[in-house]
């Protein structure tokens, strides 16, 4: 599935909507509704249709029949798509509630547990709102919630003494990481979906052509793997890769602070 973003945006308004005043359009009279309700129902219309006809298919009229409007009253709160999908993507992020900001005070956890945290946070809204990996984030809006969160991110992480350069880019590589896997184990869940053929099933179709393949003594290696080779989830392919990446951090997080 193609990743998406709208590239006709208004990035002003955009800009405007995230950091304005979301009661009340514009112009008009007092509101029905809200900008909040609104991005709240495309959020719930975009995950009910992620796994099955994909973010393409919300519209700004999709959004206004979960709310029982016209269309055209969507327009006098927000000008289009593209723009919605902005505050859609600040919606959804969560970022540390007071008590666990205090938790991760001075003495608090160290460096792995404060990214492992931050990445299976991530991981969950993947899976939660299984549309926001493919949205094209080449160029993000930085919106309340985007900044709050990284904003209290690297306030932790420099404690360890990496420059704030450094911390960024580990940052990216990691929500990058953690998009990858989220995307290709949606795509499975997609493809169950799509198809009503199931992972197992799928495989046991190619049993026997594989079988035979194997005993051809064309593939070596691969007739000799261990039978428990393949025996693991999206879960576990997750929390594996996360620590291996962790261990590449180690060399810059845990010298001495500079």
């Known amino acids: 599935m193609t990743t998406e973003h709208g590239g006709g945006r208004d990035l002003g308004l955009s800009l405007k909507l995230l950091w304005g005043d979301r009661t009340r359009p514009p112009r008009g009279r007092p509101p029905a509704l809200t900008l909040d309700r609104i991005v709240a129902a495309a959020v719930e219309v975009a995950d009910e249709l992620a796994l099955t006809k994909g973010l393409e298919a919300l519209s700004m009229r999709r959004v206004a029949s979960r709310l029982g409007v016209g269309t055209m009253t969507l327009y006098r709160y927000v000008p289009g798509k593209s723009e919605l999908l902005d505050l859609m993507l600040d919606r959804v992020i969560e970022f540390p509630a007071d008590e666990e900001a205090e938790r991760c005070a001075d003495d608090g956890p160290g460096w792995r547990e404060i990214l492992t945290a931050d ?25 309340p919630n985007s900044l709050r969160g990284l904003d209290w991110l690297l306030g932790q ?6 420059d704030d350069r450094t911390l960024m880019m580990l940052i990216g590589v990691q929500y990058d990481y953690v998009n990858g896997v989220a995307r290709s184990h949606i795509n499975e869940l997609r493809a169950v979906a799509r198809t009503g053929v199931t992972s197992e099933e799928f495989w046991a179709e190619q049993g026997p052509t594989l079988e035979s393949a194997l005993s051809s003594g064309a593939f070596p290696v691969m007739a000799d793997l261990d039978e428990k080779t393949f025996d693991f989830s999206y879960e576990q392919l997750f929390e594996f890769g996360l620590s291996r990446l962790h261990d590449g951090f180690a060399p810059l997080l845990d010298a001495p602070a500079r």
């Open 119 to 143: 990445a299976r946070g991530h991981w969950r809204l993947c899976l939660d709102h299984p549309w926001y990996p493919y949205v094209d984030q080449s160029r993000p809006l930085l919106g």
């Open 157 to 162: 992480m420099r404690r360890f003494g990496s």
